[in-house]
């Protein structure tokens, strides 16, 4: 009993952020409340790490981590009902997820976890990621599963381009997925899709050359303009000239006085990036686009000196490159002091003519102060804070930010500077989005996350961030409020006013509107859609998948009858709950997700199959390489290399026996708190 609780104690692997282990197909939800007739015909969808190979509950995890799952309410048209809510999960079928489907020698996932990547010694790092290259090399050989030949688990998010739905994550290309059933068609290379009928089998993401695989690696969070109908996305990748950039416009759009009728944009390289970074997301405005180049690096080279592939540098600084969106070239350098921002809320442009010409670039972002929430998303310890200097130290936060980059005319020597840099409200706030109506223009209102229980998204280690309120912030409001009297740089805030100063608010012109959740409940990332026929750009409704811990046994785990709620609340007053549809089942704790209208279901493009999943009885394992193959995975090093789990002397031997014998087991093992000898004695 004292092991298994050992086990489920990960806050990121318990509670309902357990992955769940049933798929549905379309099933029929009961509800209560009035469904509004705009989501008739459409279909809310969220994505999110569910992993697979779920055996080892004490192995390094990470929020971050897992394969890809859809969760999705189709709302219906019935003729003699109305509209019916159904519910449909299924996971993304990946190259990863189908090598392990059915694969019984492993019992942690294929990838490391982001969590081994931030945090563990370098030789088990390097462990975990040979292992990873063992696997993929493994799977090219008879017997295997699946070639593994995407690395993406496509967990992140979900949009809809050309006539195509798409996961996405920032390992690989987006998979076009199919509406509303959730089916997986195929890898999306920005001219056609897996499975599709070959229309155009040009190269796109990534070229054809030998780095191709690299390239092809497409941020989780590619944008696509409301009304050119462009898909905008940037490829991070580990080796000079680390960022590629390409624009993919819409063959299905139909022509208007706003379509540009250009080529694809594919790869071009974005200069003055000057070491391997990781960047979550970027901003994109109607014609500028902006990249972020943090203090947050993702170098490979690092493992080999003993330092974690993903590092944060709190004495570094934060780089903001604005260029026109089809001349990357033409990039221009704002500079400023470090921070981490892993979402844009929303970017625009305004041109000024008076008194002097001038085109200024605008960005709306959730900004952190430190890297301390990628580490409490692992249930880790951040490391202890380096010695900078009393300039650079701030207190932890995240916040929905501001920032103003005037551009300085081609030709100029004048060196850019950031005009305005202040938070707009001091509540934590995260997972931004606005309605997609207004995207890339000067949205008035950005919705998201927030929560009372703590002052930021990062957590004590051992707990995880929960959402209880969803959050409503007028920028327009804010902005002009800060521009008149400008607060502090970097530092100040408009609206200083906490949580419960806000929920005290009789204010019906209130810039910060929260809807709390009632005890026990949590929300997720909060979807608008419009009222048809809307008399404000805040006139529809938030969507958003809630859960009810109440459920949770006295372990603080969900039974199989555990089932959360799909919540449509009233956007424009952030009060009312109009509709629930309860669930057949929970969806746990998950990432990003999107609307995806009637229209854009009807005119997705035609798919000659799905992918299918490998069924282990077909596997040929008559032939000495493929019982060779099936020898190395099943002894040589799947198996965890801490004792503690391991299930054959051969792994014991290989692994904890020998970094025993050399001193080394607490420098190896993943738990150091538990070392090997330890672990085998319990």
């Given at each position: 009993?004292?092991?298994?609780?050992?086990?489920?104690?990960?806050?990121?692997?318990?509670?309902?952020?357990?992955?769940?282990?049933?798929?549905?197909?379309?099933?029929?939800?009961?509800?209560?409340?009035?469904?509004?007739?705009?989501?008739?015909?459409?279909?809310?969808?969220?994505?999110?790490?569910?992993?697979?190979?779920?055996?080892?509950?004490?192995?390094?995890?990470?929020?971050?981590?897992?394969?890809?799952?859809?969760?999705?309410?189709?709302?219906?048209?019935?003729?003699?009902?109305?509209?019916?809510?159904?519910?449909?999960?299924?996971?993304?079928?990946?190259?990863?997820?189908?090598?392990?489907?059915?694969?019984?020698?492993?019992?942690?996932?294929?990838?490391?976890?982001?969590?081994?990547?931030?945090?563990?010694?370098?030789?088990?790092?390097?462990?975990?990621?040979?292992?990873?290259?063992?696997?993929?090399?493994?799977?090219?050989?008879?017997?295997?599963?699946?070639?593994?030949?995407?690395?993406?688990?496509?967990?992140?998010?979900?949009?809809?381009?050309?006539?195509?739905?798409?996961?996405?994550?920032?390992?690989?290309?987006?998979?076009?997925?199919?509406?509303?059933?959730?089916?997986?068609?195929?890898?999306?290379?920005?001219?056609?899709?897996?499975?599709?009928?070959?229309?155009?089998?040009?190269?796109?993401?990534?070229?054809?050359?030998?780095?191709?695989?690299?390239?092809?690696?497409?941020?989780?969070?590619?944008?696509?303009?409301?009304?050119?109908?462009?898909?905008?996305?940037?490829?991070?990748?580990?080796?000079?000239?680390?960022?590629?950039?390409?624009?993919?416009?819409?063959?299905?759009?139909?022509?208007?006085?706003?379509?540009?009728?250009?080529?694809?944009?594919?790869?071009?390289?974005?200069?003055?990036?000057?070491?391997?970074?990781?960047?979550?997301?970027?901003?994109?405005?109607?014609?500028?686009?902006?990249?972020?180049?943090?203090?947050?690096?993702?170098?490979?080279?690092?493992?080999?000196?003993?330092?974690?592939?993903?590092?944060?540098?709190?004495?570094?600084?934060?780089?903001?490159?604005?260029?026109?969106r089809y001349e990357p070239n033409k990039i221009q350098w704002f500079e400023t002091k470090q921070c981490l921002i892993f979402h844009t809320a929303n970017c625009w442009e305004t041109l000024t003519v008076e008194p002097v010409a001038e085109t200024c670039i605008h960005l709306v972002a959730c900004r952190l102060t430190s890297a301390t929430v990628l580490y409490s998303a692992g249930?880790?310890?951040?490391?202890?804070?380096?010695?900078?200097?009393?300039?650079?130290?701030?207190?932890?936060?995240?916040?929905?930010?501001?920032?103003?980059?005037?551009?300085?005319?081609?030709?100029?020597?004048?060196?850019?500077?950031?005009?305005?840099?202040?938070?707009?409200?001091?509540?934590?706030?995260?997972?931004?989005?606005?309605?997609?109506?207004?995207?890339?223009?000067?949205?008035?209102?950005?919705?998201?996350?927030?929560?009372?229980?703590?002052?930021?998204?990062?957590?004590?280690?051992?707990?995880?961030?929960?959402?209880?309120?969803?959050?409503?912030?007028?920028?327009?409001?804010?902005?002009?409020?800060?521009?008149?009297?400008?607060?502090?740089?970097?530092?100040?805030?408009?609206?200083?006013?906490?949580?419960?100063?806000?929920?005290?608010?009789?204010?019906?012109?209130?810039?910060?509107?929260?809807?709390?959740?009632?005890?026990?409940?949590?929300?997720?990332?909060?979807?608008?859609?419009?009222?048809?026929?809307?008399?404000?750009?805040?006139?529809?409704?938030?969507?958003?998948?809630?859960?009810?811990?109440?459920?949770?046994?006295?372990?603080?785990?969900?039974?199989?009858?555990?089932?959360?709620?799909?919540?449509?609340?009233?956007?424009?007053?952030?009060?009312?709950?109009?509709?629930?549809?309860?669930?057949?089942?929970?969806?746990?704790?998950?990432?990003?997700?999107a609307w995806f209208s009637e229209k854009e279901i009807a005119g997705q493009k035609a798919a000659q199959c799905f992918r299918g999943e490998a069924v282990e009885a077909e596997l040929d394992l008559s032939s000495p390489l493929s019982q060779m193959r099936n020898m190395i995975e099943k002894y040589a090093i799947l198996q965890d290399y801490d004792p503690m789990h391991a299930t054959?002397?051969?792994?014991?031997?290989?692994?904890?026996?020998?970094?025993?014998?050399?001193?080394?087991?607490?420098?190896?093992?993943?738990?150091?708190?538990?070392?090997?000898?330890?672990?085998?004695?319990?």
């Amino acid at each position: 009993m004292e092991e298994d609780h050992f086990q489920s104690s990960h806050p990121y692997l318990s509670g309902n952020f357990a992955p769940v282990k049933r798929a549905r197909p379309l099933t029929w939800c009961p509800h209560s409340g009035r469904i509004p007739p705009e989501l008739a015909g459409g279909q809310y969808i969220r994505n999110g790490g569910n992993p697979l190979t779920n055996e080892d509950l004490a192995r390094d995890a990470h929020w971050f981590d897992g394969d890809g799952m859809l969760s999705g309410v189709f709302f219906r048209r019935e003729p003699k009902k109305g509209v019916e809510p159904y519910f449909v999960n299924q996971y993304i079928l990946t190259d990863v997820y189908l090598n392990a489907k059915g694969n019984r020698n492993l019992r942690r996932p294929l990838l490391p976890s982001i969590s081994t990547l931030i945090d563990a010694s370098f030789l088990a790092t390097v462990l975990a990621v040979g292992r990873a290259i063992l696997l993929i090399v493994l799977s090219r050989l008879p017997g295997s599963r699946r070639v593994i030949k995407k690395i993406s688990v496509a967990n992140t998010g979900v949009i809809y381009h050309d006539g195509r739905a798409l996961a996405t994550c920032e390992s690989g290309p987006p998979m076009r997925f199919q509406l509303p059933g959730l089916e997986t068609v195929g890898w999306y290379n920005g001219r056609k899709a897996e499975n599709e009928p070959c229309i155009d089998d040009r190269a796109g993401f990534g070229g054809e050359n030998l780095g191709s695989f690299i390239k092809e690696w497409t941020t989780g969070h590619p944008r696509v303009d409301p009304i050119t109908k462009e898909l905008i996305s940037i490829h991070v990748v580990p080796i000079k000239p680390y960022v590629f950039y390409s624009v993919i416009p819409s063959k299905t759009k139909a022509g208007s006085k706003h379509d540009r009728a250009r080529r694809p944009l594919f790869d071009a390289s974005i200069p003055g990036v000057h070491s391997p970074k990781m960047m979550h997301d970027f901003g994109v405005a109607t014609h500028y686009t902006i990249i972020l180049d943090l203090p947050l690096s993702m170098n490979l080279t690092h493992v080999a000196s003993g330092k974690p592939m993903i590092a944060y540098d709190p004495a570094g600084r934060s780089r903001y490159g604005v260029f026109p969106r089809y001349e990357p070239n033409k990039i221009q350098w704002f500079e400023t002091k470090q921070c981490l921002i892993f979402h844009t809320a929303n970017c625009w442009e305004t041109l000024t003519v008076e008194p002097v010409a001038e085109t200024c670039i605008h960005l709306v972002a959730c900004r952190l102060t430190s890297a301390t929430v990628l580490y409490s998303a692992g249930a880790l310890s951040p490391p202890p804070p380096k010695a900078v200097p009393p300039e650079y130290a701030e207190e932890e936060q995240c916040r929905l930010y501001y920032y103003n980059f005037p551009l300085v005319p081609e030709g100029s020597d004048e060196q850019p500077v950031i005009r305005n840099q202040w938070a707009l409200s001091a509540i934590p706030f995260e997972f931004p989005s606005v309605s997609p109506q207004y995207a890339m223009t000067a949205a008035r209102f950005v919705y998201g996350c927030s929560m009372g229980s703590q002052c930021h998204f990062s957590t004590a280690l051992g707990k995880a961030a929960k959402v209880d309120y969803l959050a409503k912030i007028d920028t327009e409001t804010l902005i002009a409020r800060g521009t008149a009297h400008p607060p502090q740089q970097i530092t100040g805030c408009v609206d200083r006013r906490s949580i419960d100063q806000v929920m005290g608010s009789s204010d019906p012109n209130d810039p910060i509107k929260l809807f709390p959740m009632p005890e026990n409940w949590y929300a997720q990332e909060p979807r608008f859609v419009a009222r048809r026929g809307a008399s404000s750009e805040d006139d529809g409704w938030l969507l958003t998948y809630v859960f009810d811990e109440s459920q949770l046994d006295g372990r603080g785990e969900c039974g199989e009858e555990a089932k959360s709620e799909l919540w449509v609340i009233d956007a424009k007053h952030m009060r009312d709950v109009v509709a629930k549809i309860h669930l057949p089942q929970r969806v746990p704790y998950g990432l990003h997700g999107a609307w995806f209208s009637e229209k854009e279901i009807a005119g997705q493009k035609a798919a000659q199959c799905f992918r299918g999943e490998a069924v282990e009885a077909e596997l040929d394992l008559s032939s000495p390489l493929s019982q060779m193959r099936n020898m190395i995975e099943k002894y040589a090093i799947l198996q965890d290399y801490d004792p503690m789990h391991a299930t054959s002397v051969f792994t014991y031997i290989q692994w904890g026996g020998m970094f025993e014998l050399w001193g080394l087991s607490d420098v190896i093992s993943p738990h150091p708190d538990r070392p090997m000898r330890e672990a085998r004695e319990a």
